[in-house]
């Protein structure tokens, strides 16, 4: 139950801070008399912040984060998130290694995240 309560939160936040930066793009900057504070509002409200916040945002997969699977919260492919995507497939592999049939193409994800089997009772590296 808590991993659920976390991954939501972790959604949750990521919109917070996409929502409270596109809010303070709207503040008319030059009313604010504090340097600091102006100086922050800038930082919190800048177009790279907003960008990054909205691309995580877009590779989150929320209906994982509603159930706590932290295995598909990041939604991967080999272009975007190839270290998470190796990750996983080091995961399944993993899993994979004491069943018969292998569900996917094992020889692409040794090339792709260039890392070595083990043997069979080993543990990965």
Known sequence: ??????????????????????????????????????NLIQTAASSSLISCSAKLL?????????????????LVDDDQFSEVCCSLAGINLHFFMHVSEVPFDVTYIIKKCSFRLPKRGQKFK
């Open 58 to 74: 877009a590779t989150l997969n929320k209906e994982a984060a509603d159930k706590g699977d932290l295995l598909n919260l990041i």
């Open 1 to 38: 139950m808590l991993a659920i309560h976390h991954t939501v939160q972790f959604v949750a936040v990521v919109q917070a801070i996409l929502l409270a930066a596109r809010q303070l793009q709207q503040l008319v900057i030059e009313d604010v008399h504090s340097s600091l504070l102006r």
